[in-house]
C-alpha cells in the first residue's frame, strides 16, 4: 500500500514538473497540487495551457471533478472565446463588397459629370454664364468625390487592420492547437508509463526511480521503452541511455 502511495505521488511530482516547465501560472499549479487524481490533474493542466481559468473550473464544480466535466468546460472555453472571429470574418468580407461597390459608383459618377461637361461645352460655348454655372456643379461634384474617395481610404484603412488582427487571431489559434495536440500527447505517454512500469512488480524501486527520472527529463516513451529491460541494473541501463542520446 506505501509503494503504490509513492508511486502516485511520483507521477503527481512529475505531472507538477512538466507544468512548471510550460510556465503554468502559479495560481493554476496550486490547483494541480490540490487535486489527487492523476487523469483530472492531467485534463486540467491541458485546460490551464489552453487558457482556461482551472481556479474558478475546480470552484464551480461542486465537488464533482470528473474529466467529462473539464472536458465540457474545455469546449464551452473554445466555442465562446472563438466564435467572435468568424464574425469578423463576415463583417470585413461585407465591408469589402460596400468598399467594392462604393468605388464602381464613384466611377460611373465621375464619367457621366466629365461626358456632362462635355456636352454644356458643345452646347453653351456661347454662353460664360452658363459655363460658369457648368464649371460650379462641376467643382461640387468633384468634391463630392473627394469626400467619398476620403471615405474609401479610411474604410480600406479599416479593412486592412481588421485583416490583421483576424490573422493575429488564427495564429494563436494554431498555436493553441499545438498546445492541445502536445497536451494530448503527454496524456498518453504518462497514462502508459503508469500501467507499463509503476505498476509492473518486475522492476525493482531503483530501476522505477531512474525510468521516472528519464520520463521527467522528456525523454519520449518509445526511447524509454529500450532502456526499460527488468534484468538489467540501473547502470547498464543508465549506458544504454547514452548510447540512444547520441
Not at 38 to 63: F, H, M, P
Not at 141 to 168: G, M, P, R, S, W
Amino acid at each position: 500500500m506505501e509503494k503504490e502511495m509513492t508511486q502516485a505521488e511520483r507521477v503527481r511530482q512529475s505531472q507538477l514538473t512538466i507544468a512548471r516547465g510550460m510556465k503554468v501560472l502559479p495560481e493554476s499549479l496550486k490547483v494541480l497540487e490540490d487535486v489527487r487524481d492523476w487523469t483530472a490533474r492531467e485534463w486540467l493542466y491541458i485546460c490551464a495551457l489552453d487558457g482556461v481559468d482551472i481556479k474558478q473550473l475546480v470552484n464551480n464544480s461542486k465537488g464533482k471533478l470528473t474529466v467529462t466535466y473539464i472536458k465540457k468546460c474545455r469546449d464551452d472555453f473554445f466555442e465562446s472565446k472563438y466564435a467572435a472571429p468568424e464574425k469578423l470574418q463576415t463583417d470585413m468580407e461585407q465591408m469589402q463588397r460596400e468598399v467594392k461597390e462604393t468605388c464602381e459608383e464613384s466611377r460611373r459618377v465621375r464619367k457621366a459629370v466629365t461626358e456632362m461637361i462635355a456636352q454644356q461645352k458643345n452646347l453653351q460655348s456661347d454662353n460664360q454664364q452658363d459655363m460658369t454655372t457648368v464649371i460650379r456643379e462641376k467643382d461640387d461634384i468633384i468634391k463630392h468625390l473627394q469626400e467619398q474617395i476620403n471615405v474609401l481610404k479610411k474604410d480600406a484603412t479599416q479593412a486592412a487592420y481588421h485583416n490583421k488582427e483576424l490573422n493575429d487571431k488564427k495564429s494563436s489559434v494554431l498555436k493553441l492547437f499545438h498546445g492541445r495536440v502536445i497536451g494530448r500527447k503527454r496524456k498518453s505517454e504518462t497514462k502508459k508509463f503508469v500501467e507499463q512500469y509503476l505498476r509492473d512488480d518486475k522492476f525493482d524501486s531503483e530501476q522505477i526511480e531512474f525510468l521516472l527520472a528519464c520520463m521527467e527529463e522528456g525523454m519520449c516513451l518509445s526511447d524509454i521503452e529500450k532502456l526499460a529491460i527488468p534484468g538489467i541494473s540501473v547502470h547498464v541501463m543508465k549506458r544504454l541511455k547514452a548510447l540512444c542520446i547520441k
